[in-house]
């Protein structure tokens, strides 16, 4: 888990509070990522950054947003937490993809995660 | 749309014995394909990908994937498991043409493997 780490690693927290969980590279990489795991249902992307201020949308991204104000930190925030977002959260950071070649074939480094109980 | 499919959720193999774990995949154009393991409390680990050429795929700690296009399976093979092979493993894949800003993966949902001494 070299170069990224994520923070706080486990919190407990009540429905209806915020909630930030912060991921922080040294690694200088563009693209970055938050995931959540669940059994079941392996890993759903949440939201992505593909450079500083750039942001998109994953697959559950309902009930999240993210902002990412210098290259290597990247916040998910939970507005108001919910008993359905206790989850484990993987922040992940790769390099720019090549424009020729295996372009976009960059692969991924997690962080430990972030252990997240909603009560 | 992108998916996989790992149709085991656990596989129990002994000490000394091949392995073999199971993923297929749907995407509209040629395919991007990894393989990750996860550890008890850790992130995930990259493991090897199949990016184009050799249909087979040589990576860390011994493993390795067959790439069978006809199939769409992208299967994980090790000749001689170890106790310390336990884990968790992932297989993941996006469509090669995904448009720039989107690099996507979609992970399967995990097969825990076992192995037995």
């Known amino acids: 888990d070299a170069g990224i780490t994520q923070s706080p690693r486990h919190k407990v927290t009540e429905t209806g509070t915020p909630v930030t969980l912060r991921c922080h590279q040294t690694?200088?990489?563009?693209?970055m990522y938050w995931y959540r795991q669940d059994p079941g249902h392996g890993l759903r992307l949440i939201h992505y950054?593909?450079?500083?201020?750039?942001?998109d949308k994953g697959e559950v991204s309902d009930g999240y947003s993210v902002s990412r104000s210098k290259t290597e930190d990247f916040l998910l925030t939970l507005e108001s937490a919910t008993s359905s977002q206790t989850s484990v959260y993987f922040c992940?950071?790769?390099?720019?993809?090549?424009?020729?070649?295996?372009?976009?074939?960059?692969?991924?480094?997690f962080g430990a995660g972030s252990r997240l109980t909603v009560l | 749309a992108q998916s996989v499919a790992q149709p085991e959720d656990q596989v129990n193999v002994a000490e000394g014995n091949p392995l073999t774990v199971k993923c297929t995949y749907s995407?509209?154009?040629?395919?991007?394909l990894f393989w990750y393991v996860q550890y008890p409390n850790r992130g995930l680990q990259f493991l090897l990908k199949?990016?184009?050429?050799?249909?087979l795929v040589k990576g860390s700690y011994g493993f390795e994937a067959e790439f069978n296009k006809s199939q769409t399976s992208f299967h994980l093979k090790k000749p001689s498991a170890l106790v310390s092979d336990s884990a968790l493993y992932f297989c993941?894949?996006?469509?090669?043409?995904?448009?720039?800003?989107?690099?996507?993966?979609?992970f399967g949902k995990g097969t825990k493997l076992s192995v037995i001494p």
């Open positions: 992940a950071i790769s390099e720019t993809p090549r424009l020729s070649g295996s372009g976009g074939a960059n692969v991924l480094t």
């Open positions: 690694e200088n990489h563009r693209y």
């Open positions: 950054s593909y450079g500083v201020k750039d942001t």
């Open positions: 995407v509209s154009g040629n395919p991007y």
């Open positions: 199949y990016i184009t050429g050799d249909n």
């Open positions: 993941a894949v996006r469509d090669a043409h995904s448009g720039a800003g989107s690099y996507q993966l979609t």
